[in-house]
T-cell receptor, first 112, second 114 residues
Framework: DAKTTQPPSMDCAEGRAANLPCNHS???????VYWYRQIHSQGPQYIIH???NNETNEMASLIITEDRKSSTLILPHATLRDTAVYYC?????????????FGRGTSLIVHP | EPEVTQTPSHQVTQMGQEVILRCVPI?????FYWYRQILGQKVEFLVS????????KSEIFDDQFSVERPDGSNFTLKIRSTKLEDSAMYFC????????????FGEGSRLTVL
């Protein structure tokens, strides 16, 4: 019961922006969009999350469409170290936390 | 920067043996999790723990598994009688509960069951 759809792989030139799309057409009003990444076999790393508004932090920007049915994670200046699997996750919060459910994600390869 | 630490980094065990994987979550965090990732497959949720009890668990988390927070700092995952299919990376995570949206994951413990 995948809540999100992501392309299996993408590539990007070093120094260019990487734009990773995610479809979540069945998202509910109380569900947030979270992005994580996993570099090689390391533990997943949180990147950013949002509900309705676009968000930006030191790692990335998150653009959520007005109807909330899709979003794009933007890495403004990709580096080789950004090569990883990127996961788009939709989840509601329960209490003070939530349970991320990881799909297959998008394997991003940043090349020189 | 605070981090979640896991030990051992790699454990090899014989089928049928008991295994305990240890995690030290970030101090003052309130929510704790175990996930696993079989080689080449997705990261799968096992269990979440809050206020000294299991808050949610997946179908994978059967009677062979148990979790404990014995001393207020460690968070352990025990597998009573390991099977070959338990071979995987096991990730611990913690969350402050302060609504930051960020789960902090450890580097994982690789379990190999022979």
């Amino acid at each position: 019961d995948a809540k999100t759809t992501q392309p299996p792989s993408m590539d990007c030139a070093e120094g260019r922006a990487a734009n990773l799309p995610c479809n979540h057409s069945t998202i509910s009003g109380n569900e947030y969009v979270y992005w994580y990444r996993q570099i090689h076999s390391q533990g997943p790393q949180y990147i950013i999350h949002g509900l309705k508004n676009n968000e930006t932090n030191e790692m990335a920007s998150l653009i959520i469409t007005e109807d909330r049915k899709s979003s794009t994670l933007i890495l403004p200046h990709a580096t080789l170290r950004d090569t990883a699997v990127y996961y788009c996750i939709v989840s509601a919060k329960s209490g003070g936390s939530y349970i991320p459910t990881f799909g297959r994600g998008t394997s991003l390869i940043v090349h020189p | 920067e605070p981090e979640v630490t896991q030990t051992p980094s790699h454990q090899v065990t014989q089928m049928g043996q008991e295994v305990i994987l240890r995690c030290v979550p970030i101090s003052n965090h309130l929510y704790f999790y175990w996930y696993r990732q079989i080689l080449g497959q997705k990261v799968e949720f096992l269990v979440s723990f809050y206020n000294n009890e299991i808050s949610e668990k997946s179908e994978i988390f059967d009677d062979q598994f148990s979790v404990e927070r014995p001393d207020g700092s460690n968070f352990t995952l025990k597998i009573r009688s390991t099977k070959l299919e338990d071979s995987a990376m096991y990730f611990c995570a913690s969350d402050s509960g302060l609504d930051t949206g960020e789960l902090f994951f450890g580097e994982g413990s690789r379990l190999t069951v022979l």
